[in-house]
């Protein structure tokens, strides 16, 4: 993204600079989403056992493990590949190692940098929500898209999230 925001196309996506992208407006729900994960409330299936249903507990994004928070954001082979992705597009974007609270207490609170921050900002936000989306849409809808596209999407996100700021021309 990083290749776009300097001025040059990424793979289709508006072309704009960095240094214009100094406000972004993540969508309420997906805040609320975030306040969700942060506080271990979102229903993946290890929850969902916890609450005394009886499911089998396996990743549908992987088929490899069972789905828990920090598997499913960070530890999933599907998703750390979505990670990596969105890690060379952005250059400095925190690839997370252990534990996804700890990815976002270190999240930057104070965007005011020449855009890197609320770059990587919107980027952490739209990640962990366009995984999500794609989990469920695996489960509930048995549509699966590739990493890459699920990368696209939450790049295209913050695009988006830039427009809703004022500050970029969708144009
Ligand atoms: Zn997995």
Not at 35 to 63: G, P, Q, Y
Not at 68 to 76: A, D, K, R, V, Y
Not at 126 to 150: D, G, H, P, T
Request: proline share 2%; charged share 25%; net charge positive.
């Amino acid at each position: 993204m990083y290749r776009c925001l300097r001025g040059e196309a990424y793979k289709g996506l508006p072309n704009f600079h960095v240094g214009s992208v100094w406000r972004l407006i993540v969508p309420t729900k997906i805040c609320s989403f975030i306040w969700l994960v942060a506080h271990k409330r979102i229903f993946t299936i290890d929850n969902l056992k916890k609450r005394s249903l009886s499911l089998a507990n396996i990743c549908e994004m992987c088929s490899e493990d069972e789905e828990t928070i920090n598997h499913i954001f960070i530890h999933c082979k599907f998703n750390k590949d979505v990670w990596d992705r969105l890690r060379r597009a952005c250059g400095s974007l925190e690839t997370p190692v252990r534990d996804i609270f700890e990815v976002i207490s270190r999240w930057p609170t104070n965007c005011t940098d020449d855009g890197k921050s609320w770059i990587r900002y919107g980027v952490l936000h739209s990640v962990c929500w366009q995984i999500w989306l794609e989990r469920n849409n695996r489960i509930f809808r048995e549509v699966r898209l590739q990493a890459k596209v699920v990368a696209r999407k939450a790049l295209m996100d913050v695009v988006e999230w830039s427009v809703a700021g004022g500050i970029v021309d969708k144009s």
